[in-house]
């Protein structure tokens, strides 16, 4: 079988279903046989209707009696009929899927799996599928362990498995795809891979469908840790600037700091000076809980960067966040240079939107007159060039997307790449780390800074206990502490009931008349933005009513209270940098997380009240949501995997292993042609490069 030949090709797919085909993407023979089955149906376990039991079930029969009710509550259709088979009979009802009623012939007999219950007092069979006896069962033999195939859009489950079964028998002349190299396990031998095809659409047993299951699953992954591994060969051919380590200067450096590193900052701090030593460009992740101190660490690497007469980048994605960093970092230069007569500490700029006479700023960093740009995409246009840019940090590198990532490192000089330090509050979990990511290295800071109190954190539900709030509000507010209230939209807008964060600032005014409220949200002009923030961190305002771009980075040490309000609206991760906003002081923090519903609040919320470590909830992220959305095309174009589950760890280090071994002789890759071609695509997908 030619997996690369067209669909066109494959007998009984006419033009027209070929085009369908290719209109959902399946355009060769293999994408074919890789549209695996969405679930498998047991059709031996069919029961006769006298012998139901409540539960899932399967019966085969006729219907009739097909009819509509629409129900007061507009919109709702119940479309109901009764199934017969030689022993009984019962009753059958579909919501909203009013097309049932003509569907079916009653005089043909039909598979019907659904569930069968008690509803409103009496038994009835709800929302089973349907499939044709006729269609499954060939020369008469009983149907047995079935394929189900999901619908794509114009091509019915039917056809496509009536496909793939006329492909059947040419499915033991699939090539393999694997290399049968040291490392490998032991099922991953000759012939194997169309074994596993073959078991994934012609199973006779559970046990087979399982069995094809794991060793595509292996096979994905393992093409998805080798993108990886080749990836980071890749990157290690390319040249950098070494930076060199100067001890004693980095030694000044951090004993005029205002506080102690903590241990896990030292750690980090040294492993990334110690890449930056070499003439292969880093390529490293800092990972660190929102609050442990990432700023500090890649400020005492640049000073290392300019130390060896090099140009600097910092990348922010937000100008409040830029500037705060700007502001902050150069009093901190300022101090070190006043605390130690001769040292010299990176001539610092800040370059956003903002920025005014931003030609001759730009001019001053051409010149190389500027060591440390900090800016936001400002920093990206083309005309903005560097004499020497050696160094590149990337804060809160989650959002931003790999052409952003692309413009920033093309600004080192031809022939050499930047190193790159990549900051993130958001950790990726350890299968990720392993799989998708596994070109990175990671530095991790898994330590607060001493002193800071854990936030606590509550579910409230806005109608019920809204009441309870305000009090312990005015009670912080007394202690001349201040308060973060987060909204999810700006204004009022068609559909979605979320509190715009205008009229909750207004709310808020009537409510405490003492104190002065800021608004601050993402269509005001830059300036206002920072003029705004500048005032909530002077505590000239003590409320600051905001939607959600003060999520990432910003630092107001006396805030210690944050209110979300929807909190149902925002994912885990987003949740976790909006509380991470407080308790970056020495005082109790709160967190309130406001909810409209009635039902019990989410998996999502639960998790936030319990824990506030962020490496635990993007575990529980990574479970609730998959890979596929948390890393989407925005960080990295899609990883979506088909088969694998991320949180099988046996087949991961195998695949691992298997991998690592096979990329030591990367130029054995030319004899591996299909496999070089499958994985183009998830390099492009884990390069950070
Ligand atoms: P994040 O990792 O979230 O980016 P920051 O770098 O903004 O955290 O640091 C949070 C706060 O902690 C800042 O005010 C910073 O000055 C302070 N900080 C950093 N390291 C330490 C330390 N070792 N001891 C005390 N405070 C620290
Ligand atoms: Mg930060």
């Keep these: 079988m030619d997996l690369s030949a067209s669909v066109e090709t494959v007998k009984?797919?006419?033009?027209?279903?070929?085009?369908?085909?290719?209109?959902?993407?399946?355009?060769?023979?293999?994408?074919?046989?890789?549209?695996?089955?969405?679930?498998?149906?047991?059709?031996?376990?069919t029961v006769n209707i006298e012998d139901l039991r409540p539960g899932k079930v399967i019966v085969r029969g006729k219907i009739d009696g097909l009819h509509i009710i629409r129900t007061s509550r507009k919109k709702l259709t119940i479309t109901e009929g009764v199934i017969r088979d030689a022993t009984g009979a019962i009753r059958t009802?579909?919501?909203?899927?009013?097309?049932?009623?003509?569907?079916?012939?009653?005089?043909?007999?039909?598979?019907?799996?659904?569930?069968?219950?008690?509803?409103?007092?009496?038994?009835?069979?709800?929302?089973?599928?349907?499939?044709?006896?006729?269609?499954?069962?060939?020369?008469?033999?009983?149907?047995?362990?079935?394929?189900?195939?999901?619908?794509?859009?114009?091509?019915?489950?039917?056809?496509?498995?009536?496909?793939?079964?006329?492909?059947?028998?040419?499915?033991?002349?699939?090539?393999?795809?694997?290399?049968l190299t040291e490392g490998k396990p032991d099922f991953v031998t000759s012939g194997a891979r169309a074994e596993a095809l073959f078991y994934s659409h012609f199973p006779e047993s559970p046990e087979d469908a399982e069995k094809g299951r794991r060793y595509l699953a292996y096979e994905e992954l393992f093409e998805l840790i080798l993108a990886a591994k080749l990836n980071k060969l890749e990157n290690q051919r390319l040249r950098s600037t070494p930076l060199k380590f100067d001890a004693k200067f980095?030694?000044?450096?951090?004993?005029?700091?205002?506080?102690?590193?903590?241990?896990?900052?030292?750690r980090a701090t040294w492993e990334i000076l110690q890449a930056l030593e070499r003439t292969t460009p880093m390529n490293r992740l800092l990972q660190?809980?929102?609050?442990?101190?990432?700023?500090?660490?890649?400020?005492?690497?640049?000073?290392?960067?300019?130390?060896?007469?090099?140009?600097?980048?910092?990348?922010?994605?937000?100008?409040?966040l830029a500037t705060q960093h700007y502001e902050s970092l150069v009093r901190l230069f300022q101090d070190i240079e006043a605390k130690n007569p001769g040292i010299t500490m990176p001539r610092t700029a800040l370059l956003t939107g903002a920025t005014f006479n931003k030609p001759m700023l730009k001019r001053l960093i051409k010149a190389g007159e500027i060591?440390?740009?900090?800016?936001?995409?400002?920093?990206?246009?083309?005309?903005?060039?560097?004499?020497?840019?050696?160094?590149?940090?990337?804060?809160e590198q989650h959002r931003f997307g790999v052409g952003q990532r692309q413009k920033l490192l093309l600004k080192s000089p031809k022939d050499t790449?930047?190193?790159?330090?990549?900051?993130?509050?958001?950790?990726?979990p350890r299968s990720l780390q392993l799989t998708a990511f596994g070109d990175l290295d990671v530095s991790l800071l898994n330590e607060l800074p001493p002193g800071r109190q854990p936030i606590e954190t509550r579910i409230l539900n806005e109608t019920e206990q809204r009441d309870e709030l305000y009090p312990r509000m005015r009670e912080l507010l007394a202690k001349k502490q201040q308060i973060y209230w987060i909204c999810q939209v700006i204004e009022e807008k068609n559909g979605n009931m979320a509190t715009p964060v205008k009229k909750q600032a207004?709310?808020?005014?009537?409510?405490?008349?003492?104190?002065?409220?800021?608004?601050?949200?993402?269509?005001?002009?830059?300036?206002?933005?920072?003029?705004?923030?500048?005032?909530?961190?002077?505590?000239?305002?003590?409320?600051?009513?905001?939607?959600?771009?003060?999520?990432?980075?910003?630092?107001?040490?006396?805030?210690?209270?944050?209110?979300?309000?929807?909190?149902?609206?925002?994912g885990l991760a987003q949740l976790h940098q909006l509380r991470g906003r407080v308790g970056r002081g020495d005082q109790p923090a709160y967190?309130?997380?406001?909810?409209?519903?009635?039902?019990?609040?989410?998996?999502?919320?639960?998790?936030?009240?319990?824990?506030?470590?962020?490496?635990?909830?993007?575990?529980?992220?990574?479970?609730?949501?998959?890979?596929?959305?948390?890393?989407?095309?925005?960080q990295h174009g899609e990883l979506n995997l088909q088969v694998a589950n991320l949180s099988d760890t046996e087949l991961i280090a195998q695949a691992s292993h298997h991998a690592e071994e096979f990329a030591q002789h990367a130029e054995e890759m030319e004899n591996y042609s299909e496999l070089a071609t499958r994985i183009k695509k998830y390099q492009q997908l884990t390069t950070l490069n």
């Design 12 to 45: 009984g797919v006419g033009p027209k279903t070929a085009a369908a085909l290719m209109n959902v993407n399946i355009n060769t023979v293999g994408d074919l046989v890789y549209c695996l089955p969405r679930i498998y149906e047991n059709y031996q376990t």
């Design 288 to 320: 660190g809980d929102v609050g442990s101190g990432k700023t500090i660490v890649a400020a005492i690497a640049a000073a290392q960067a300019a130390h060896n007469g090099r140009q600097i980048a910092l990348l922010a994605p937000t100008a409040i």
């Design 93 to 179: 009802v579909w919501f909203n899927q009013p097309y049932r009623a003509k569907q079916f012939d009653s005089e043909r007999e039909y598979y019907f799996t659904g569930k069968y219950e008690l509803k409103n007092g009496r038994y009835v069979l709800t929302s089973p599928s349907a499939t044709l006896v006729q269609d499954i069962e060939k020369d008469g033999e009983a149907a047995g362990f079935q394929p189900i195939y999901s619908a794509k859009s114009a091509i019915k489950p039917q056809t496509f498995h009536k496909i793939i079964s006329g492909m059947r028998s040419d499915f033991a002349k699939i090539p393999d795809l694997l290399p």
């Design 417 to 428: 790449a930047p190193h790159l330090l990549s900051m993130t509050a958001t950790p990726i």
């Design 506 to 570: 207004k709310k808020l005014e009537e409510l405490f008349p003492q104190v002065k409220i800021g608004l601050l949200h993402g269509k005001m002009r830059p300036e206002e933005k920072d003029r705004i923030m500048t005032e909530f961190a002077e505590n000239k305002t003590q409320i600051l009513v905001s939607t959600t771009v003060v999520e990432v980075g910003v630092n107001v040490p006396n805030a210690n209270m944050i209110i979300i309000q929807d909190s149902e609206n925002y």
């Design 250 to 266: 980095i030694q000044k450096i951090v004993k005029s700091l205002p506080f102690k590193l903590t241990e896990a900052q030292r």
């Design 371 to 395: 060591d440390f740009v900090i800016g936001t995409h400002a920093l990206l246009t083309d005309t903005t060039t560097f004499r020497d840019l050696a160094f590149c940090i990337i804060d």
């Design 591 to 634: 967190c309130f997380l406001l909810t409209t519903g009635e039902g019990r609040p989410s998996k999502r919320l639960r998790e936030m009240e319990k824990s506030t470590d962020g490496f635990h909830l993007a575990e529980v992220d990574l479970q609730i949501r998959g890979p596929g959305e948390i890393y989407g095309s925005m």
